[in-house]
């Protein structure tokens, strides 16, 4: 997770669309979205930057305190850019290609650059989405890269006063492995995301408030450390996250986005130094 078209619901999902206007949460939340619209022209593009005053990624705090050359107390945040590309194939099926590319603030030798590709078919206020994702982080002295499989799936309850859409993402590592040096997880793990993302109008169309609601559950991506100071690949609950997000139309090209959010990790996971963790962010996006 918002393309030119016209947007009929939000949907939280796992390969952001960083065009939307009513984008949430996590850094990479930014990515981790699906929108349904109807389409009004054959193509879409949308160019979005934004800052995040933490990079936290499936719950876990990716630049905290000592990960990547990292000499913050707390962790680094992130300046990050993104462009996406749309094909409305039909009125009910797209296909959008785009990239993402980030620099740590604090830790300024972080750079990343992800690619990310998804198809959409739309059935009337459920969305179905499959999509690819390439991620390459070029820290000084190494490359990290890997290749990800994803499927979402996200249902759009209009309530009159406001919207609601709950939605389930899945996302599976191909590889290469954390244990050969390259790569960023453990080949065939995966990450599953239960999400319910809200818009309630505040002031006509240009005002909103969209609070949402996130579980995560970890199948041996993310590691954890153990009584014994080693780390092992777990199942289980990995993270609670709740967060609130005001996005505000300037006109029909620009929209801006801001938000606030708290993660709660059920485990003591790799990079997060603490169970809770609060962080916020903001973005800017042009569409059309």
Do not use: C
């Not at 016209?6 to 796992?14: D, E, G, H, N, P």
């Not at 930057?49 to 990292?70: A, C, E, I, K, P």
């Not at 777990?234 to 090209?253: C, H, M, R, S, W």
């Amino acid at each position: 997770m918002k393309i030119v078209a016209k947007t009929i619901q939000l949907v939280s999902l796992a390969v952001v669309l960083a065009g939307g206007q009513l984008h949430a949460g996590e850094a990479k939340t930014f990515k981790d979205k699906v929108i349904v619209e109807a389409p009004a022209k054959w193509y879409g593009v949308a160019l979005s930057t934004g800052w995040d005053s933490l990079y936290m990624f499936r719950g876990v705090n990716v630049l905290s305190h000592g990960v990547y050359g990292d000499t913050n107390n707390y962790g680094s945040g992130i300046q990050w850019t993104n462009v996406d590309l749309t094909w409305n194939i039909t009125d009910h099926d797209s296909i959008t290609v785009g990239g993402w590319l980030a620099f740590g603030t604090q830790n300024t030798s972080y750079k990343e650059f992800d690619f990310n590709s998804s198809y959409t078919h739309t059935i009337g206020k459920l969305a179905l989405s499959a999509g690819y994702s390439f991620y390459y982080v070029f820290p000084p002295g190494f490359q990290l890269y890997s290749h990800e499989l994803n499927v979402k799936a996200a249902y759009a309850f209009d309530l009159g006063f406001m919207s609601v859409t709950p939605s389930l993402g899945y996302y599976f590592n191909i590889g290469p492995d954390i244990a050969s040096g390259n790569g960023t997880a453990k080949a065939a793990s995966s990450y599953m995301l239960l999400r319910v993302d809200s818009n309630v109008p505040v002031y006509k169309d240009i005002v909103a408030v969209a609070p949402w609601i996130a579980y995560g559950t970890n199948f041996q991506y993310n590691p954890r450390l153990t009584s014994d100071g080693t780390y092992d690949f777990y199942n289980g609950a990995n993270t609670l996250e709740l967060g609130f997000g005001v996005p505000v139309k300037i006109n029909d090209l620009i929209s801006v986005y801001g938000y606030v959010a708290y993660s709660y990790a059920f485990s003591n996971l790799w990079g997060t130094t603490e169970p809770s963790t609060v962080w916020g962010g903001a973005k800017v996006t042009v569409s059309f």
